[in-house]
């Protein structure tokens, strides 16, 4: 196991996050629906904690190709990065077994209710490394569709603040659906390819 070992893992990791947002995408869309069982919500939940989950490799994966431009933001970015995976992990573990137990509650969630660790720290991960993305050879416009992820999960957050469900729920959904996957796909195949 090598550096380039990794690296290829970290873009196969990238690739499966994309698949998996979709998967969640189309999970909640045909599963969760007002008055059904939790189960649609446990198997959505369990799928963005599984996002999470291969963000952590993507991440990393990330540092190796960006630590040469910059390296203290490179791991600035990586420790944020991973806390924010991690604690997304954790809230949607901890729904996916509260579900079990109880009945779905709407509104903000127990372990991160203002969103800092699914909008927040994200969107933070995604500026920084998309600013470090913009000064190595990557594609001019992967790293801008990375900071326009990072626009987008910053406007998540605010709206979350103000409890407007409708914007929260765009933002999710253009970063869930269109943008976040177009843009892990490109850059897991760019990780395998220069690993």
């Given at each position: 196991?090598?550096d380039?070992?990794?690296?290829?893992?970290?873009?196969?990791?990238?690739?499966?996050?994309?698949?998996?947002?979709?998967?969640?995408?189309?999970?909640?869309a045909?599963?969760?629906?007002?008055?059904?069982s939790?189960l649609?919500?446990?198997?959505?939940?369990?799928?963005?904690?599984?996002?999470?989950?291969?963000?952590?490799?993507?991440?990393?994966?990330?540092?190796?190709?960006?630590?040469?431009?910059?390296e203290?933001w490179?791991?600035?970015?990586?420790?944020?990065?991973?806390?924010?995976?991690v604690?997304t992990?954790?809230?949607?573990?901890?729904?996916?077994a509260?579900l079990?137990?109880n009945?779905?509650?709407?509104?903000a969630?127990?372990?991160?209710?203002?969103?800092?660790?699914?909008?927040?720290?994200?969107?933070?991960?995604?500026?920084?490394?998309?600013?470090?993305?913009?000064?190595?050879?990557?594609?001019?416009?992967?790293?801008?569709?990375?900071?326009?992820?990072?626009?987008?999960?910053?406007?998540?957050?605010?709206?979350?603040?103000?409890?407007?469900?409708?914007?929260?729920?765009l933002?999710?959904?253009?970063?869930?659906?269109?943008?976040?996957?177009?843009?892990?796909?490109?850059?897991?195949?760019?990780?395998?390819?220069?690993?």
């Amino acid at each position: 196991m090598d550096d380039r070992s990794f690296a290829r893992f970290g873009g196969l990791a990238a690739i499966l996050l994309a698949l998996t947002s979709w998967a969640a995408v189309l999970a909640y869309a045909a599963l969760v629906q007002p008055g059904t069982s939790p189960l649609g919500l446990q198997i959505f939940r369990f799928l963005y904690a599984l996002v999470a989950f291969w963000a952590l490799f993507a991440i990393v994966a990330v540092y190796y190709r960006v630590r040469s431009v910059g390296e203290a933001w490179a791991f600035f970015a990586t420790l944020v990065g991973v806390a924010a995976s991690v604690g997304t992990m954790v809230t949607a573990m901890y729904e996916v077994a509260n579900l079990r137990q109880n009945p779905p509650l709407a509104g903000a969630s127990a372990t991160d209710p203002l969103g800092i660790m699914s909008f927040g720290l994200t969107g933070l991960w995604f500026l920084v490394a998309n600013l470090l993305l913009w000064r190595t050879r990557t594609p001019r416009v992967l790293a801008l569709l990375g900071l326009v992820a990072a626009a987008d999960l910053f406007a998540g957050f605010v709206t979350g603040l103000s409890e407007n469900r409708g914007v929260v729920y765009l933002t999710s959904l253009i970063a869930g659906a269109i943008g976040g996957p177009i843009y892990w796909l490109w850059l897991g195949r760019l990780l395998r390819r220069d690993a």
